[in-house]
């Protein structure tokens, strides 16, 4: 259902990140700092972008005009966790970081309606996946995420793509940027204004394999999938 960087013509649609990771991270150790993300989005011709920290929202004013300046709409994130399994929360506040239950994420999204709240990576193993948590607790999801790492021989997407379908959930490329190297791997293309609200909106009316989400988005090796984790779990050891 992905699509080659080649294959489409973007006129008319933004190009989105939402799933990226920077220094200030509750969990990993990030070499680049939210303003080099940033810059880096822009060289890449992003027109959205969120940085989605783990437990944290590292998201200011500050950062909002930089990035505005640079041409990019900056809309606060996290990827926060519920009993140990990963959440992204887009168009957020600071309060989600308190969330601890699925009945706490029901509270949050009751008062915060313009959230987008996403599964990443939901059946990729590992304990912080959502897994059977996730069509469980499916009224609270606005989307699934299409993560950057399979393989043209595995692909832990598939089931993630099953679920989409089933509830009519559209589905978010992204890459879970841990390297400035890895921005592009994968991403989204949405047709909508560039404001938070349009592209929230947007998101939400849409279903699997809608016309105005265009997923960008290729396997990689297995070779490749080792770096990065190997990269990750070097830079967190040296950090301790």
């Not at 709409?73 to 990827?79: D, K, Q, R, T, V």
């Not at 957020?92 to 009945?103: A, H, M, P, R, S």
């Not at 692909?155 to 841990?178: G, Q």
């Not at 921005?183 to 105005?212: G, H, M, P, W």
């Amino acid at each position: 259902m992905a699509i080659s960087k080649k294959s489409f013509n973007s006129t008319g649609f933004l190009k989105c990140q939402f799933h990226t990771h920077a220094a200030g991270d509750g969990i990993d150790h990030i070499s680049h700092t939210p303003k080099k993300l940033i810059d880096e989005a822009k060289k890449l011709g992003y027109d959205v972008l969120s940085i989605t920290s783990h437990r944290k929202v590292i998201f200011t004013k500050e950062l909002k005009s930089y990035a505005q300046k640079k041409g990019i709409l900056l809309i606060p994130g996290i990827e926060f966790e519920i009993n140990g399994k990963h959440i992204l929360g887009i168009n957020i506040d600071k309060k989600i970081e308190k969330i601890k239950t699925f009945g706490d994420l029901k509270k949050y999204k009751s008062t915060h309606k313009d959230c987008l709240i996403i599964a990443p990576h939901p059946f990729f193993p590992g304990k912080v996946t959502l897994k059977k948590d996730l069509p469980t607790n499916i009224e609270l999801f606005d989307a699934v995420e299409h993560s950057f790492c399979y393989t043209s021989t595995k692909n832990y997407n598939k089931e993630a793509e099953s679920i989409a379908k089933k509830y009519k959930l559209p589905m978010i490329a992204t890459a879970d940027c841990h390297d400035l190297e890895n921005l592009d791997i994968s991403y989204s293309l949405v047709e909508s204004q560039k404001t938070t609200k349009q592209i929230i909106e947007t998101i939400k009316k849409s279903s699997f394999l809608n016309k105005k989400i265009k997923l960008v988005s290729q396997p990689i090796s297995y070779f490749k999938i080792a770096k990065l984790i190997a990269k990750q779990e070097i830079k967190n050891f040296l950090k301790k």
